[in-house]
C-alpha cells in the first residue's frame, strides 16, 4: 500500500545551519505530497505542497521539490532559526483511481531542535 | 484563511464516562477528519466524514463514534472513556480530493 518514510529524529543543528529532512514515498501513480510543522502543543500546520512532478513547493525559507525519479519530496531550509523548533511531517493523497479518497497518508515526524 | 476550532485545548475525564470532543470548521468543507496522536506511534486515523450524516471507518475506530449532523461540526464521542484513550486528538477538515488538510489546535484528553 502506499506509504510514507521519514528520517529519525531528532535532527540538532545550530542557528544558521543548513536543513534537509528526507522524506520518500511509496504509491501508485502522482500523488499530491505536503509538508507539515507541529509547534510544541499545537495542532499541525501546513508548511507547503507540490502535486505534480518537478513542482517545487515553498514557504518561509522552506523548499521541497517532488521528484518522481526517486519518489522524493524532501525538505530544505537554508539557515535554521530557533523558532523553527517543531516536529515537521511529509504526507501524500493517493492519486485519483487508486482507491482512495483524499486520505492523507502521514510519516512518523522528525523533530527538529535548533540551538542558538 | 481556514479556521478549524475544536472545543477544549485541555480535558480530563474519568474511565467510564462518555466524552464529546467537538469541531467546527468555518469553509464550508465537505470532509472532516478525527486523529489522534501518540509518541511513536504518529497520527492515525479515527474516522472521517465526506457528507452530511455521513462516515466512514479509519484506522482505529474501536472504542470511537462520530456525529455530522450539520456539515460545518464533527464529534468524536468516546463511549466508555478507558485509560489507554489518553492522548492527543486532532480534528482536520478539507475541500476536493487533493486538496491538504487543514488542522484545529488539537485537544490533550488525559483520562483517569
Known amino acids: 500500500g502506499d506509504s510514507v518514510t521519514q528520517m529519525e529524529g531528532p535532527v540538532t543543528l545550530s542557528e544558521e545551519a543548513f536543513l534537509t529532512i528526507n522524506c520518500t514515498y511509496t504509491a501508485t501513480g502522482y500523488p499530491s505530497l505536503f509538508w507539515y510543522v507541529q509547534y510544541p502543543g499545537e495542532g499541525l500546520q501546513l508548511l507547503l505542497k507540490?502535486?505534480?512532478?518537478?513542482d517545487k513547493g515553498s514557504n518561509k525559507g522552506f523548499e521541497a521539490t517532488y521528484r518522481k525519479e526517486t519518489t522524493s519530496f524532501h525538505l530544505e531550509k537554508g539557515s535554521v532559526q530557533v523558532s523553527d523548533s517543531a516536529v515537521y511531517f511529509c504526507?501524500?493523497?493517493?492519486?485519483?483511481?487508486?482507491?482512495?479518497?483524499?486520505?492523507?497518508?502521514f510519516g512518523q515526524g522528525t523533530t527538529l531542535q535548533v540551538k542558538p | 484563511d481556514v479556521k478549524v476550532t475544536q472545543s477544549s485545548r485541555y480535558l480530563v475525564k474519568r474511565t467510564g464516562e462518555k466524552v464529546f470532543l467537538e469541531c467546527v470548521q468555518d469553509m464550508d468543507h465537505e470532509n472532516m477528519f478525527w486523529y489522534r496522536q501518540d509518541p511513536g506511534l504518529g497520527l492515525r486515523l479515527i474516522y472521517f466524514s465526506y457528507d452530511v450524516k455521513m462516515k466512514e471507518k479509519g484506522d482505529i475506530p474501536e472504542g470511537y463514534s462520530v456525529s455530522r449532523e450539520k456539515k460545518e461540526r464533527f464529534s468524536l464521542i468516546l463511549e466508555s472513556a478507558s485509560t489507554n484513550q489518553t492522548s492527543m486528538y486532532l480534528c482536520a477538515s478539507k475541500t476536493g480530493d487533493n486538496q491538504p488538510q487543514h488542522f484545529g489546535d488539537g485537544t490533550r484528553l488525559s483520562i483517569l
Open positions: 504526507a501524500l493523497i493517493p492519486s485519483h483511481g487508486s482507491g482512495n479518497t483524499g486520505k492523507l497518508i
Open positions: 507540490a502535486t505534480k512532478a518537478d
